[in-house]
C-alpha cells in the first residue's frame, strides 16, 4: 500500500500462539508531517482494514488450523489422557495433526507408544504415564524389556542403548539412575544374568546418570555393553523389574507457530 506523503510508518504486527497481538511502530516524522493529515488518516483506515480481515484466520484456534478431522480435544488410550503436545492420529483426518516426533499410538486400545520411537510391539517406548505439569513422561523400552526376559530363559543381547532411539525433543530425565549389561567372552566380578539361551551376561546397577552419556569408564574388556536407564536401584538380582518400570522422559514444547507481517507505506 502506497500513500501520497514523505514519511514512512512501518506498523510491524506479530501474532505468537495465536492470541498474543502486539504492533510496533516505527514513526520517522518529517517537516511535512504535520501538513498532511488526510493522508495519514487515509492510510491508518487501510491498515485497519487490512487488521480486520486479516485477523479472524490469523487467530483461529488450533483446531481450525490444523484442518478437517483434526480434533483439539484430549483423547485417551487405556487409562491414559493424551493431550496437546501430543496427539493421536485418526483415520478420519487422513493427515498430521501435530509434530510428528509427537504422535502417539493405541496399541488395541490399551497400550499407548511414542511412534517416533519405532514401536512394532516389541521394539520402541510405551508410554505408562504423562505428566504434562512436570513435561515427564514414564516409559518402557519394550525392547530391552523382552530381550531380557529371564524367566522364559532367554537374553537376546541387544546392540544398542536407550537413549539412541529418543527424538529430538526428548531427553532422559536426570533423576533416572543406569543398569549397564555386559555380554562378555569370559567371567567377569559381576552378577550373572542367567539366560538358557547365553552364557557370560552380567549386570551392574546403581549406575549415575551422566548428562553426557559418557560411561566409559565403565567399560570392561572383553565385553560389549549397553546401558539402560531406569526409576531405581535394587539388588542386580531385580534387574527385570527395574526395566519393567520403566524411566522418566522430559520434553521440550514443539515451537509455537509465529506469524509475521508488515506493511510498509
Known amino acids: 500500500v502506497i500513500c501520497s506523503y514523505h ?19 516505527l514513526h520517522h516524522p518529517t517537516a511535512k508531517s504535520s501538513s498532511i493529515p488526510m493522508a495519514t488518516a487515509s492510510c491508518w483506515f487501510l491498515v485497519f482494514v487490512w487488521v480486520v480481515w486479516w485477523l479472524p484466520p490469523a487467530l483461529a484456534g488450533p483446531e481450525e488450523q490444523q484442518g478437517e478431522g483434526c480434533s483439539s480435544l484430549a483423547k485417551t488410550c487405556g487409562n491414559l489422557t493424551i493431550s496437546r ?31 517416533s520411537s519405532g514401536f512394532t510391539g516389541s521394539t520402541g517406548f510405551a508410554i505408562m504415564n504423562i505428566s504434562y505439569d512436570d513435561r515427564n513422561l514414564r516409559v518402557v523400552d519394550v525392547h530391552k524389556e523382552e530381550a531380557f ?14 537413549s539412541s532411539k529418543l527424538a529430538v525433543p526428548f531427553k532422559v530425565n536426570p533423576a533416572n539412575l543406569n543398569i549397564i549389561l555386559y555380554k ?19 549386570v551392574r546397577t546403581g549406575v549415575r546418570f551422566d548428562e553426557t552419556g559418557n560411561y566409559g569408564g565403565y567399560a570392561l574388556e572383553g565385553c560389549d555393553a549397553i546401558v539402560v536407564p ?11 523389574q527395574l526395566i519393567s518400570d520403566g524411566f522418566l522422559l522430559t520434553w521440550d514444547p514443539p515451537p509455537a507457530r509465529k506469524f509475521t507481517c508488515r506493511i510498509i507505506f
Not at 495465536?18 to 511502530?25: E, G, Q
Not at 529371564?150 to 536407550?162: A, D, I, K, L, M
Not at 562378555?184 to 552380567?202: G, I, M, P, Q, Y
Request: include cysteine; charged fraction near 15%.
Open 85 to 115: 503436545p501430543f496427539w493421536i492420529a485418526s483415520r478420519e483426518a487422513g493427515r498430521s495433526c501435530g509434530p510428528l516426533d509427537f504422535q502417539v499410538g493405541c496399541s488395541n486400545n490399551n497400550i499407548s507408544f511414542l511412534r
Open 230 to 240: 531406569v526409576m531405581g536401584s535394587a539388588n542386580a538380582s531385580n534387574f527385570e
Open 149 to 162: 526376559n529371564v524367566t522364559n530363559g532367554t537374553c537376546n543381547f541387544p546392540s544398542w542403548n536407550t
Open 184 to 202: 562378555c567372552t569370559k567371567r567377569v566380578a559381576l552378577v550373572e544374568v542367567r539366560c538358557a539361551n547365553a552364557s557370560n551376561v552380567f
Open 7 to 25: 514519511h514512512r510508518i512501518r506498523p510491524h504486527i506479530s501474532f505468537f500462539n495465536h492470541d498474543i497481538l502486539s504492533y510496533t511502530f
